[in-house]
């Protein structure tokens, strides 16, 4: 059973809609990641939090725009999207931001852009 | 080229069967190498870490070779359950961003 959990599973939105999706690890871990993976795609780092410190942004367009209020939650607020933006949103989370600290997935968000 | 580069596959080997997969990386600083697990609409999850001198986990083993770039997992004695996608993770450009590769599938028949 994961430690981490997001909601909803399932989104579907129009473009001018606002939605968040929401992440929680309860593995008392103190970072927490944003990752896209798209059809065929290979999953793509969106953004980092290090105790509650986004650490990075990799180029990600304003529309979305994450929130960490604490080391055990994690948001992603979404508005104005496009149908690209179509894809499984996964949450991850991990003890400290290191790469040989192994990193736990949360089961994703299905999101559909309409 | 891509960061990270993996035949996408899929894969098809009946029960028993040793198969390998390689995967090839762009970015020769790297220094952190893993392969994970993701099951069809599941999220990935991690297998095992990737060690200069390779290194086995039961039926698993891992192999790198930096010269060439280029790390490898080993399956023995597949079982059904083996069926996945094998996704390749190097570190990218920044030591501690994780760079995916697009993922290998594998179909373990009966």
């Known amino acids: 059973e994961t430690g981490v959990t997001q909601t909803p599973r399932h989104l579907v939105m129009g473009m001018t809609n606002k939605k968040s999706l929401k992440c929680e690890q309860h593995l008392g871990h103190n970072a927490m990641y944003w990752y896209k993976q798209s059809a065929k795609k290979p999953l793509e780092l969106m953004f980092v939090y290090n105790f509650k410190e986004q650490t990075e942004n990799n180029s990600v367009p304003s529309r979305f725009s994450p929130e960490c209020p604490n080391s055990s939650h994690l948001f992603l607020h979404l508005h104005t999207l496009q149908p690209e933006d179509s894809a499984l949103y996964l949450c991850?989370?991990?003890?400290?931001?290191?790469?040989?600290?192994?990193?736990?997935f949360g089961p994703g968000t299905r999101l559909t852009v309409l | 080229r891509k960061e990270v580069e993996q035949d996408p596959g899929p894969f098809n080997v009946p029960e028993g069967a040793t198969v390998a997969f390689n995967c090839t990386y762009s970015?020769?600083?790297?220094?952190?190498f893993f392969w994970y697990r993701q099951d069809c609409r599941k999220e990935p999850k991690l297998l095992m870490s990737v060690y200069s001198s390779g290194n086995e986990d039961g039926r698993f083993t891992a192999q790198l070779n930096r010269a060439s770039q280029y790390i490898s997992l080993l399956i023995r004695d597949s079982k059904l359950s083996d069926s996945a996608t094998y996704l390749c993770?190097?570190?990218?450009?920044?030591?501690?961003?994780?760079?995916f590769g697009s993922g290998t599938r594998l179909q373990v028949q009966p």
């Open positions: 993770v190097v570190t990218g450009t920044g030591r501690r961003a994780l760079t």
């Open positions: 970015n020769s600083a790297s220094q952190s």
């Open positions: 991850a989370s991990s003890q400290v931001w290191d790469v040989n600290n192994e990193q736990f």
